[in-house]
């Protein structure tokens, strides 16, 4: 039985299944590949994964377009390796959590199908948001909302007369379209879905486009209707972060604490979660709905002190407030890895970035709550910026034309060991390719040389996760901030433990003299340098 709440502040390590390891020669990760690396990452001291999408799905948008919630696509397994997967975790200590999509499906979701072949008005249309059109022959869309991978959130079908017929709803792509959870059904559907993976062993759940599922009833008009496909954010009103979205949540916390009854383990819920405020973002992790939510806004927040200070006051203030605590996090599979953000998006570049991101790891690692780290983070990859076109995946480049906040970069995958492509990625014959490609500097991240330089980022990070476990100060708690030089952040950690950031150039007096615990860079006593963060305790 737990007797601690785990996930307060669990570090949860974020597998792209796809690109973490590839265990049959397809150059394709898969769920065999994520056992085979467990003991990488229980070395690297994690608390548990998160996996990505691996259900059957014509993977329009690599698997979060699920044509079978409760079955393994043959490309990552089965259910049995599955289970092997589970089991391995479970002896090593490893929670592992499932990503599941309840906002949409796939186009070919057996459901999906049967709307239509139906007539418009019926049960197996009402699953979804089928609409007649505008116009006297119903040739526009039933309002002006636009998807966030780009055009128009409509298509129209053809009905199964051959005639010109509905419209239905997706706010990502045509090939993803969204439930009515208005739908009594469609709630029943998903309540036998998470029974039958918490059945299977797994401790929790990652959940898509937590704020969407619930569309404003009438449908109308966006006052912006191009503010979900400028900003690729769920920013509109009235399709996002309906009130009646809550009562889900309630239902599913009731539902992972009814497992937690039979055998005292408690299952987790976190919520990809983006709202306009901390102060809405908290609640959704309020004692009875989602034990977490992602805060996105350090991630968002530029390199500045004062920024980042503000973020995190927020944070603790509104979120923390609520009695949960705050899910950090820097990077995903959906963002410009932080080495990029932070530095000059150069091919392989890394210099003033890669200091930046160590630094951020520790000030993210120090902070009250729960972290969770993208794969890769702790090689201190940077974003691959040059993939050519022909190879580029991703939806939003096939949607609009555009490289403008594509993904494929930061979903490039790992490099293992060696000096050329596939690094150890693949265990295929020679020349057996990646799925997507590998650039050369990749070698100079792998994890065999990370491993081997004590200097590398996987040191920083894994040395930090064991003064996370080994220090009472850190992790579940409070912070206070300390007053500091202009550009430096700094604040205490129970009683005695500093962490402090420079976020300028130039080298400044530290907050705390002494020689620090664990430091991102080079740092001489009672000196801390510019893009550096360290951990001091007081007084040494």
């Known amino acids: 039985m737990d007797t601690h709440r785990w996930w307060r502040d669990a570090v949860i390590y974020q597998v792209y299944v796809r690109s973490f390891l590839d265990s049959?020669?397809?150059?394709?990760?898969?769920?065999?590949?994520?056992?085979?690396?467990?003991?990488?990452?229980?070395?690297?001291?994690?608390?548990?994964?998160?996996?990505?999408?691996?259900?059957?799905?014509?993977q329009h948008d690599h698997g979060y377009d699920?044509?079978?919630?409760?079955?393994?696509?043959?490309?990552?397994?089965?259910?049995?390796?599955?289970?092997?997967?589970?089991?391995?975790?479970?002896?090593?200590?490893?929670?592992?959590?499932?990503?599941?999509?309840?906002?949409?499906?796939?186009?070919?979701?057996?459901?999906?199908?049967?709307?239509?072949?139906?007539?418009?008005?019926?049960?197996?249309?009402?699953?979804?948001?089928?609409?007649?059109?505008?116009?006297?022959?119903?040739?526009?869309?039933?309002?002006?909302?636009?998807?966030?991978?780009?055009?128009?959130?409509?298509?129209?079908?053809?009905?199964?007369?051959?005639?010109?017929?509905?419209?239905?709803?997706?706010?990502?792509?045509?090939?993803?379209?969204?439930?009515?959870?208005?739908?009594?059904?469609?709630?029943?559907?998903?309540?036998?879905?998470?029974?039958?993976?918490?059945?299977?062993?797994?401790?929790?759940?990652?959940?898509?486009?937590?704020?969407?599922?619930?569309?404003?009833?009438?449908?109308?008009d966006s006052p912006d209707p191009e503010a979900d496909a400028r900003t690729r954010d769920s920013v509109n009103p009235l399709a996002w972060n309906q009130p009646e979205v809550h009562g889900v949540w309630r239902h599913w916390r009731a539902v992972c604490e009814e497992y937690t009854a039979r055998d005292g383990r408690e299952r987790l819920l976190v919520g990809e979660v983006s709202v306009p405020s901390a102060r809405e973002h908290a609640r959704y992790v309020r004692p009875d709905e989602l034990h977490q939510a992602f805060f996105f806004d350090l991630l968002g927040a530029p390199w500045d002190a004062d920024a980042f200070r503000k973020v995190i006051s927020e944070a603790m203030q509104d979120i923390a407030g609520?009695?949960?605590?705050?899910?950090?996090?820097?990077?995903?599979?959906?963002?410009?890895?932080?080495?990029?953000?932070?530095?000059?998006?150069?091919?392989?570049?890394?210099?003033?970035?890669?200091?930046?991101?160590?630094?951020?790891?520790?000030?993210?690692?120090?902070?009250?709550?729960?972290?969770?780290?993208?794969?890769?983070?702790?090689?201190?990859?940077?974003?691959?910026?040059?993939?050519?076109?022909?190879?580029?995946?991703?939806?939003?480049?096939?949607?609009?034309?555009?490289?403008?906040?594509?993904?494929?970069?930061c979903r490039v995958p790992l490099p293992w060991s060696g000096q050329a492509s596939p690094f150890g990625f693949t265990s295929g014959a020679e020349g057996a390719r990646p799925w997507l490609p590998q650039p050369e500097w990749f070698a100079e991240h792998a994890t065999d040389r990370a491993l081997a330089d004590t200097r590398s980022s996987w040191h920083l990070y894994r040395d930090g996760l064991q003064l996370r476990a080994a220090l009472p100060q850190l992790g579940e708690g409070t912070l206070r901030w300390l007053d500091a030089q202009p550009g430096v952040l700094a604040f205490v950690r129970g009683d005695d433990l500093v962490c402090a950031v420079n976020f300028g150039t130039a080298p400044v007096p530290a907050p705390v003299p002494g020689t620090p615990l664990l430091a991102s860079g080079p740092c001489p006593p009672g000196v801390l340098p510019g893009s550096t963060a360290a951990w001091w305790i007081s007084g040494t």
């Open 24 to 58: 049959t020669g397809d150059g394709i990760g898969d769920l065999a590949g994520v056992r085979a690396g467990l003991p990488y990452l229980k070395k690297l001291g994690v608390d548990g994964i998160w996996l990505s999408p691996f259900y059957p799905s014509p």
């Open 66 to 220: 699920v044509a079978d919630y409760t079955d393994v696509d043959p490309v990552f397994g089965d259910l049995a390796e599955f289970d092997r997967l589970v089991d391995a975790a479970r002896r090593l200590g490893v929670r592992v959590l499932l990503d599941i999509v309840p906002n949409h499906c796939s186009s070919e979701h057996p459901w999906f199908r049967e709307a239509l072949a139906a007539p418009p008005g019926s049960p197996e249309r009402a699953r979804f948001h089928f609409a007649d059109g505008r116009g006297p022959d119903g040739a526009e869309p039933p309002n002006n909302w636009h998807a966030m991978f780009g055009g128009p959130a409509w298509t129209r079908v053809t009905e199964p007369d051959g005639r010109p017929g509905q419209w239905y709803l997706h706010m990502f792509t045509p090939e993803q379209p969204d439930w009515n959870w208005r739908e009594p059904e469609v709630a029943a559907e998903f309540d036998r879905i998470l029974r039958f993976w918490l059945d299977r062993g797994v401790d929790g759940f990652r959940i898509d486009v937590a704020a969407g599922l619930f569309k404003h009833p009438g449908l109308p």
């Open 322 to 409: 609520t009695g949960s605590t705050v899910t950090w996090v820097l990077n995903n599979h959906d963002q410009v890895r932080t080495v990029t953000r932070y530095g000059e998006p150069a091919p392989g570049g890394s210099g003033l970035g890669a200091a930046r991101a160590r630094a951020a790891a520790l000030l993210m690692l120090a902070l009250p709550g729960a972290a969770y780290i993208y794969q890769g983070e702790e090689l201190g990859l940077p974003e691959v910026v040059d993939l050519p076109d022909d190879v580029l995946t991703d939806p939003i480049f096939r949607r609009t034309g555009s490289r403008a906040r594509i993904r494929d970069g």
